[in-house]
């Protein structure tokens, strides 16, 4: 063996070795031959490469023939991309939007379109196959169907030509003309065919919102499991009531005022004076089991554990559910700013995404007219004729979630195929449905329902236990009653009827004061937002729309029984009745998903809201900036980046009180925290060590005594929860084996964390900064965890340190009980001068672009991480002075 290997060390030597003679001019030219023609290979794929990366980029300079328009429509473009759309009919105006839509965005409308339809495996084969059959079972689709069925003739022409200018955009064209992502796709999947857009492809979007919105869910399923473990005291302790003495509301203006009443439409209204502010499941299979003849039942999760695993294994375009997912706005009068002119801020807080959720535009008619009477700017959702959020040549607007109680868990007594009523038993309804999937055979579902809603989930494993026990069922055995009687769960859900947001869109786009913006709110049934208002004759108001249920005896906490009748829902709040503020004295409105006002001022909305730390480190920056001067543009945003945490400076005196010993990290940990200012900025070590302390505390204090399906995730929840518990320094949560009250566990929990930080961040802690834990990847919806890193590296970008945390200001909020990463963000931000438009300012998360390595794909992405904003030219001088590309659109 060895004379072999020999053997062939001496050939391999010889091969290498200089050649001599002719024997070496011949090698060299081979050589140079086979060097010459690699770089011919290389070039070519580096073409062939940027060849199908830039075919699906869009034309934005010149013209095109557009047939169907009514006459010639401009289209012009700033240095990053943003469009302005400018025509003489509303028609064209929305067909060019459209139009212009297809070309920035296609691949994401489509991708939302399957995820709308449940039609998903069609695209990525049978691993969708449960999230498809989730969404056929809460029938998106058919409502959109309906709602578009019931549009007035003016809106359904909007709907109608938008459509019109997405397919003209796609005739001729094929998939990867429009989008890389089609050939990615197509390896999987056998090739995917395009097809026409039409107005339920649009009105299918809101119930993709209104699901990403869907308030209190969750925190149903939480309370619920959380009762088969812990006692009132503790439940009372682990869910606290929001604290209305020491945070705001947004009626109120100020922690414990009193609304007096909470309706108000005019200026004569009187304010309180400011206060000063205080210093059991088991694995999920959601996939349907297969049944004889190729037909499927849904398969329902067992219990709640796996509904709430099932829920969060949903698309991440959807969201994962948290109280992270809420929004900034705030307004305030002229009386207070620099200009005499109201200034208005918003900034929603939603799962980030590749490209952004938003899309900036502006739409004008060339003449405002009744026929068309738009001129307006702002952020519009692709797929989605009008704008969302931002600004005509008379108002403003922003939204936040307002977080009514608008869905219910109800638990349905099932006997015999038929749900038990006192007032007289109901047969379970079913529909059967079919999903196609890709290069397999198709499957059918059958779908059951009763008049509350879908079946979701059944319902066995300890809630079940509970409910036997509040309904005096032998609770030893989980299958008392008759033999063929079972609890399953059905969810009411407003989005799920018929409603008129889509028409209220452009409500709002073509208001021009108070009266006509509250009528078009009037219309803005899911999801349900706080509207802020500003008008250019300097007026502020607010106002609370939704479709919000009356409650009967069900108070929306936990799951209601079916069967009892007076639970159910007493019809819906009228309009006349919800919360509205009109020029308050005070001359400003906050809303960050705070309650709207004290229990018992209003009807009641919902006993679930954010707790309060936005609104109130808001209201106190808003009201000592103005003391110190007039309001600025600079200063909503400042104000929107601000980054001081929570909890911070009401636990940092405690710990600096705890005796280190000796063999501990506290003392140093001390000296760490003893100069920070308690701001999660990206580049602080304190805030690193100090967040890490804090999912420390969590862990070791909370999470052992929990359910283990309900971890404690964090935010502002978990900030009061500490914070209440910080006062009580002997109560049974700080104790365990190793620690018997608060202040023991408060060392366990510092010393441990600073050998957490030391292996996540390294020995030094000159070198630890939050930013690197606290890191922000933008992900493509829809390949963006494909799990292959070719594919990922294609379509995703960053990591971006950022700044910020959960229940901050500038709410990049990040789940504790699984890690340190992003997963909420402000997705865009938005400050409206109404002075002059022209010095309003505004940044997306991304770009304009959804096409992979174009220029705008995620250019705006490194300005928003620094909370900086873009000028938002919105006047015909302002824009051509901004102008980079200009298409004419021709008939």
């Not at 075919?55 to 401009?74: K, Y």
């Not at 104000?639 to 600096?656: C, R």
């Not at 925290?673 to 070791?700: C, M, P, Q, R």
């Not at 001088?877 to 590309?885: G, K, P, V």
Request: glycine share 8%; proline share 6%; with cysteine.
């Amino acid at each position: 063996m060895a004379d072999a290997d020999s053997e062939d060390s001496s050939a391999l030597a010889a091969a290498v070795r200089p050649a001599t003679g002719s024997h070496r001019f011949v090698s060299a030219k081979v050589l140079i031959r086979i060097v010459a023609a690699v770089l011919v290979l290389l070039l070519i794929l580096t073409l062939l490469g940027i060849f199908l990366v830039r075919r699906s980029f869009p034309t934005t300079d010149g013209d095109i023939s557009l047939p169907g328009l009514d006459a010639e429509v401009s289209v012009t473009r700033d240095d990053a991309g943003i469009p302005t759309i400018e025509a003489s009919t509303s028609h064209d105006l929305f067909m060019a939007q459209g139009f212009v839509h297809a070309q920035d965005r296609f691949w994401e409308m489509d991708f939302r379109r399957h995820v709308t339809a449940g039609r998903l495996s069609e695209l990525f084969g049978e691993s969708q196959f449960g999230t498809d059959s989730f969404i056929r079972t809460l029938g998106w689709r058919k409502v959109a169907e309906a709602e578009v069925a019931a549009l007035d003739d003016k809106t359904r022409a909007y709907y109608e030509a938008y459509a019109e200018g997405v397919n003209s955009y796609l005739k001729d064209k094929s998939p990867t003309e429009v989008s890389l992502e089609y050939g990615i796709v197509g390896l999987q999947s056998g090739g995917v065919e395009i097809e026409e857009w039409t107005p339920v492809d649009s009105v299918s979007w809101l119930k993709a919102m209104a699901w990403d919105l869907r308030s209190n869910v969750e925190d149903e399923i939480d309370r619920a499991i959380s009762t088969t473990t812990l006692d009132d005291k503790q439940m009372a302790e682990a869910f606290p009531d929001y604290p209305y003495d020491t945070r705001p509301t947004i009626i109120g203006g100020n922690a414990g005022a009193k609304a007096g009443t909470a309706k108000r439409t005019n200026s004569d209204s009187t304010e309180s004076a400011p206060d000063d502010e205080p210093q059991a499941g088991g694995e999920v299979t959601p996939a349907p089991t297969r049944q004889p003849g190729d037909e499927t039942a849904t398969k329902t999760p067992s219990n709640l554990g796996e509904l709430k695993k099932h829920l969060r294994s949903l698309p991440t375009l959807l969201g994962m559910n948290s109280h992270d997912i809420g929004s900034n706005s705030w307004v305030v009068s002229g009386e207070h700013t620099a200009t005499g002119a109201p200034l208005l801020a918003n900034d929603p807080h939603l799962a980030p995404a590749m490209p952004s959720v938003w899309h900036q535009i502006g739409l004008r008619c060339t003449t405002i007219t009744p026929e068309c009477p738009f001129d307006v700017s702002g952020f519009s959702f692709s797929g989605l004729p009008g704008i969302i959020i931002g600004h005509n040549q008379s108002i403003a607007w922003g939204l936040t979630n307002l977080g009514p109680d608008v869905a219910d868990l109800v638990v349905e007594k099932v006997r015999d195929g038929e749900v038990v009523r006192d007032s007289g038993n109901e047969p379970v309804t079913t529909r059967r449905e079919t999903i196609e999937i890709a290069k397999q055979e198709p499957q059918t579902i059958t779908i059951r329902s009763t008049s509350n809603g879908p079946i979701i989930s059944d319902l066995n494993g300890p809630y079940r236990n509970v409910l036997d026990a509040s309904t005096g069922a032998d609770t030893a055995d989980t299958n008392s009653g008759p033999a063929d009687e079972h609890y399953q769960l059905a969810l009411q859900w407003t989005a799920l009827e018929p409603g008129n947001t889509a028409s209220a869109i452009f409500g709002l786009n073509a208001a021009t004061n108070w009266k006509e913006f509250r009528q078009a709110a009037s219309l803005f049934d899911v999801p349900a937002q706080n509207l802020i208002y500003a008008d250019t004759d300097g007026n502020i108001g607010y106002q609370a729309p939704g479709r919000i249920p009356k409650r009967g005896e069900g108070d929306g906490m936990l799951p209601r029984h079916g069967w009892k009748t007076d639970e159910d829902w007493q019809g819906y709040i009228d309009f006349e009745d919800l919360p509205s503020l009109y020029n308050p004295d005070r001359g400003w409105i906050v809303t960050a998903n705070n309650p709207v006002t004290r229990p018992g001022d209003s009807v009641q909305l919902s006993n679930d809201f954010d707790d309060g730390d936005r609104a109130r480190r808001i209201t106190k920056l808003l009201q000592d900036t103005i003391e110190d001067g007039d309001v600025t543009t600079e200063d909503m945003s400042r104000i929107q980046g601000d980054d001081l945490n929570p909890l911070a400076l009401t636990i940092i005196p405690l710990l600096l009180d705890i005796e280190a010993d000796g063999g501990s990290d506290i003392a140093v940990a001390q000296d760490l925290l003893a100069d920070w200012n308690g701001h999660d900025d990206a580049h602080s070590a304190a805030a690193a060590y100090f967040n890490v302390l804090f999912k420390t505390i969590l862990d070791e204090v909370f999470a052992p005594k929990l359910p283990d399906e309900v971890p404690p995730a964090g935010g502002s929840h978990w900030y009061l929860v500490t914070k209440n518990l910080l006062k009580e320094p002997d109560s049974h949560w700080w104790a365990d084996s190793e620690v018997d009250d608060r202040d023991e566990a408060l060392a366990r929990a510092m010393d441990s964390a600073w050998k957490t930080t030391e292996d996540l961040l390294g020995p030094e802690p000159v070198t630890w900064r939050w930013g690197i834990l606290h890191r922000l990847t933008t992900r493509n919806a829809s390949l963006g965890e494909s799990g292959i890193k070719a594919v990922e590296r294609l379509f995703n970008r960053g990591p971006y340190e950022v700044s910020g945390g959960s229940g901050e200001v500038n709410a990049t909020g990040w789940d504790a009980s699984v890690g340190f990463e992003t997963n909420w963000v402000p997705s865009m931000r938005q400050i409206v001068d109404l002075e002059n438009f022209n010095h309003s300012r505004w940044i997306n998360l991304t770009g304009a672009s959804g096409h992979a390595f174009h220029p705008h794909y995620a250019d705006q992405t490194d300005e928003w991480a620094a909370n900086t904003t873009r000028p938002w030219p919105y006047t015909p001088d302002a824009l051509d002075r901004h102008t980079d590309d200009s298409l004419v659109l021709r008939p």
